[in-house]
């Protein structure tokens, strides 16, 4: 079997000949950037490969590849298949950019109202007089309880008692032991909350007798080597069990290295969690338990499960204490998942009395709106864009990626995270270029850039040589080949603003829909949060100048971070917050905007760029 | 590796160097009869080596084999280790013989009142104007549950649904979904009632819809390979974890072999297969469940629960729906187990109102007393005489067991068990032959042979060439060589006596201290019940000539079969008399007899033969 070793991570591995180079990468454990599953589309795959006997690039290879890029060893690894040894350079991708996610998180005070009890007890030796059980001789200490135990602990209570005097902790969730500790561990209570995004898993640990949080980590999430969106997931998993399998155990996988990290931060022991929480989108709860998720992608877009599923850490491979619970908050629909249970609750959504509406963009976007007393929700096929999917240059929200794009002084000028030269253009820089490129005029309403050739006198001298001729249309220079990191220019083309267009749109449109079922006007909504890492970093004058947000004063526009993350944090802490994300769904009506005649109305009114100039 | 083949059964194996031979045959999945855990002193694992290079045999071998049988190449599997290339010759066993066993076992009218609920639905179908989730579409239609489901069911729901035209059926045990099956599967419920013995296992399948028996099978005890007795294998299961699930894995198989068999005589689907119940004494049910019973040997035999475990099916790996519900009944003590718990239900002892005492005697005796309102239990070390173990020629009642021994018109004569040659003797027939002994004056009252060479004139001219001098002191040829299976004598000896004695003695005793507890007399005993296939077979006559018996009329002892079995099938089959099992331990007040002054002297006093003869 040939071998391939990738640098600069030293990974070896042996493969079957005819292995493709992005699935050889995956099973050495190491992430190539990708968002379209290898089919050849999004030409982010690059990797430079030693070897004389140089392959003939494919014509998916000559589209996203300089001749140069070619002749020095660049290529697709979608696009590679491997017959013989081969040393392979994958440029390093710097997991998920944290940028300033703090320990709080968005939410101040969290409630300590564990859901898991730990009880301290001696127990009394036995005699012959007193021929108790082991078992009834420590439930005898823990009468208000009715108890179930796992055969796991129950195995071995005979040495735990004799090995330390009869003094033990059980620790306990609903009516079950889910382990049985040496000496007093009362003090030892821990819970993981996580947030499953498509493109990022986060994780928290909390300690539950005090509700603080003592370390966050967060890595991106694997099952993106099978597609960036959710219904790329979807036809993977539907296509086999094994498959399905397959996705499971990469966000398992995940979750795991997230945990060992967060354990390693606290040195805290696994065996001390006992509860976990998740929230994410209604897929990757789906993918997250190994439930098929495949008639979430056709209409009528029907889930497998809506309510909160409960489950024992040991069913899912997850390494916490084995018999600990974990709970993925419920479904409201097939496209709004927990994570915007989450936000409903982080936001105090089901309790508040004014009109409040909440955006939670991620790689697909949700809406809620909370008026007269009703909530509701809908989910946009906004596409991942904000994420930098399917977008030419576009790329995470990590070091390298142009964040904000200002038109100060007839200068466009940039900003990348970190300050280190730019490789690409995440969400908020996006949106930052479109506003940036409306304020100087170079967009037209419709969404085209300004011709040059037809009308050269409306660009501005120093842009001429910036707005070009590109593949696919017009495309604006924003970093020039020079100046990247990457060695190449890094555009805006015609067709990121067609996806922009097509993103903002659906959400503006998703938005209105909602008014009009509450029967509010634009004007009526006291507040808009914006959830969602990209909510803290979109600058809101842009929104505005793009027309993503309807025109409201700036200061009612509040960016509430990773409230879906919070909300998992609250579930995880609180019995009362528990209990209200468990019961919420049946309090939210969804809306189906696929099939509504208004929403296409308003959706193509709303694509374009006008009428929301500042 | 060496290759051993085992002949008739024609399997081979590879084993390492130096493997015991009793081993070798346990991984080639072979049992070769045994009771002394391969210490070399029971004699029985006896097999022919074919083999030009002639080991020595041991001290053992000495002892156990004639010099003709050594000199043709048997040996004892337990003494001999592998170092080269071997054929093995493993006399037949026959698997635990059922003797007249019958499906409808002692219980006359098994009461149908499912624990499982099976329910068929027809869904309506999904559209965008209802896009409830496949779950809660289902659950719609079980409102009156509060239910949960296994991902294992959850995972493929949605593919059943569809392929089912929405049409399927769910089981239900106590508040769980553990089944959803294609179409209407309503008439299809069924259970397994097992009677785990130390020695044997008996199985029963039971359509739970009408509580009708459909088929019962029975295997050895595997675990038989570590010892005969529970103190053997408790021993074997403290000295590793290993160890423990080794013993577990011997009896979840031998459990699995009688399940797959049971599935074949009657054509049913594992995968309806959703309530198992399980009696047997409190070891068992450890080794079962593969709990630690370390502590259950030394005193104060503490187990390490009492109450009825409830796991699912696939916890433990039994072959039937895999969320189906294993219920092992509640022990009362160390030493009364659930088979106990089975006896007192099978025979409505905590519902009677008349005194009745009832013997189950197994590999151990336990003794339960109902009178004046009261249930009282203790257990007797009575030891695995009944079952052959510890008696030189002792064997289980299988095909050549003498099974009866009578002394009429001045002669001894004996009957087998398929009427073929004599190959051993089981139980009943130890207690016949004792007792046909004592009528023909051969044994004194202290349990001793009469001496013939000190007392030649009380030997009858025809017993005077078969008692006899033997290894370790008298002994009375029963079968003579040429008569016999084995081609040697089968014989009563001195240390067979003396093994009785100590067996019946204990019995005896146990029954005194409860009447004394209750303060009773024999005399107010309205019945005496002998549980266990044991009670079936021995004559009541020679039970009270040996004083196994207090002095009854025989119309007041009554066989009521295997008991214990019974009490598993009535908790399988009905959900008050499940109730009643479970809550059975609270009720039963458990005497612990080996540290009582009074036991001892009742128990010296009841070992010797006087008093008893009719």
Same mark, same amino acid.
């Given at each position: 079997m040939p071998k391939v070793k990738f640098t600069p991570q030293n990974k070896e591995i042996n493969v079957e000949e005819g292995t493709n180079l992005l699935e050889a990468a995956d099973q050495a454990g190491l992430y190539?950037?990708?968002?379209?599953?290898?089919?050849?589309?999004?030409? #982010?795959?690059? +990797? &430079?490969?030693?070897?004389?006997?140089?392959?003939?690039? @494919? $014509?998916?290879?000559?589209?996203? !590849?300089?001749?140069?890029?070619?002749?020095?060893?660049?290529?697709?690894?979608?696009?590679?298949?491997?017959?013989?040894?081969?040393?392979?350079?994958?440029?390093?991708?710097?997991?998920?950019?944290?940028?300033?996610?703090?320990?709080?998180?968005?939410?101040?005070?969290?409630?300590?109202?564990?859901?898991?009890? #730990?009880?301290? +007890? &001696?127990?009394?030796?036995?005699?012959?007089?007193?021929? @108790? $059980?082991?078992?009834?001789?420590? !439930?005898?200490?823990?009468?208000?309880?009715?108890?179930?135990?796992?055969?796991?602990?129950?195995?071995?209570?005979?040495?735990?008692?004799?090995?330390?005097?009869?003094?033990?902790?059980?620790?306990?969730?609903?009516?079950?032991?889910?382990?049985?500790?040496?000496?007093?561990?009362?003090?030892?209570?821990?819970?993981?909350?996580?947030?499953?995004?498509?493109?990022?898993?986060?994780?928290?640990?909390l300690d539950l007798k005090t509700a603080t949080v003592l370390a966050v980590a967060a890595a991106t999430n694997p099952q993106n080597a099978y597609g960036a969106d959710v219904i790329s997931r979807i036809t993977h998993a539907s296509e086999s069990i094994g498959n399905l399998k397959q996705l499971q155990d990469k966000v398992i996988e995940a979750a795991n290295k997230i945990i060992k990290d967060l354990l390693k931060q606290t040195r805290v022991a696994r065996d001390r969690v006992y509860e976990v929480t998740a929230v994410g989108n209604t897929t990757m709860s789906h993918l997250f338990m190994g439930v098929d998720p495949t008639y979430l992608a056709p209409a009528p877009f029907v889930p497998a499960y809506s309510r909160a599923l409960e489950v024992e850490a040991s069913e899912l491979g997850l390494k916490v204490s084995p018999a600990g619970r974990v709970t993925f908050l419920p479904n409201i629909a097939g496209y709004v998942g927990s994570d915007t249970v989450g936000v409903i609750l982080a936001a105090d959504m089901d309790q508040r009395k004014d009109n409040c509406a909440a955006i939670d963009i991620g790689t697909n976007g949700e809406l809620v709106l909370a008026a007269n007393e009703r909530l509701m929700a809908c989910s946009t096929a906004a596409g991942p864009a904000f994420e930098g999917a399917q977008i030419k240059h576009g790329m995470r929200a990590a070091a390298g990626a142009i964040e904000a794009v200002d038109y100060i002084d007839g200068e466009i000028k940039v900003s990348t995270i970190d300050d280190v030269p730019a490789r690409g253009i995440c969400g908020s820089g996006l949106i930052d270029a479109a506003a940036a490129l409306l304020d100087a005029g170079l967009i037209e309403p419709s969404g085209r850039f300004v011709n040059p050739e037809e009308n050269p006198e409306k660009i501005p001298s120093q842009f001429k040589d910036r707005l070009r001729s590109g593949n696919g249309g017009f495309e604006f220079v924003l970093v020039k080949a020079e100046d990247s990191e990457t060695g190449d220019d890094i555009v805006l083309s015609q067709g990121d603003l067609r996806e922009l267009q097509l993103a903002k749109g659906a959400i503006y449109a998703g938005l209105m829909i909602l008014l009009k079922e509450a029967e509010i006007k634009i004007d009526d909504l006291d507040q808009i949060l914006l959830a969602g890492a990209f909510g803290n970093y979109v600058r809101k004058e842009s929104a505005l100048t793009i027309g993503l947000l309807p025109q409201l004063p700036a200061?009612?526009?509040?960016?509430?971070?990773?409230?879906?993350?919070?909300?998992?944090?609250?579930?995880?802490?609180?019995?009362?917050?528990?209990?209200?994300?468990?019961?919420?769904?049946?309090?939210?009506?969804?809306?189906?905007?696929?099939?509504?005649?208004?929403?296409?109305?308003?959706?193509?009114?709303?694509?374009?760029?006008?009428?929301?100039?500042?």
């Open positions: 190539i950037e990708g968002d379209c599953a290898g089919r050849g589309t999004c030409g #982010k795959c690059r +990797v &430079k490969i030693t070897d004389d006997s140089k392959a003939e690039p @494919t $014509a998916a290879e000559k589209k996203h !590849l300089s001749s140069k890029d070619l002749e020095s060893g660049w290529a697709l690894a979608c696009q590679r298949t491997i017959d013989h040894n081969l040393v392979i350079e994958v440029p390093i991708q710097k997991d998920a950019h944290l940028r300033k996610t703090t320990l709080a998180g968005g939410v101040e005070d969290l409630t300590a109202e564990p859901l898991v009890e #730990k009880v301290a +007890v &001696k127990l009394s030796r036995p005699a012959v007089k007193d021929q @108790t $059980a082991d078992l009834e001789r420590l !439930l005898d200490h823990l009468e208000n309880f009715e108890l179930n135990i796992k055969l796991r602990e129950l195995s071995s209570l005979p040495a735990l008692l004799r090995d330390n005097s009869y003094s033990v902790t059980a620790a306990i969730t609903g009516s079950r032991i889910i382990s049985i500790e040496p000496g007093d561990t009362s003090d030892q209570v821990y819970g993981v909350a996580f947030d499953i995004g498509t493109t990022t898993i986060m994780g928290s640990l200061e009612k526009i509040i960016a509430i971070g990773n409230a879906a993350g919070d909300g998992s944090r609250m579930a995880l802490t609180s019995k009362t917050m528990r209990k209200r994300a468990i019961e919420l769904p049946g309090r939210v009506e969804h809306l189906e905007l696929s099939t509504r005649a208004d929403f296409q109305d308003i959706f193509i009114d709303a694509m374009a760029f006008k009428g929301n100039r500042k």
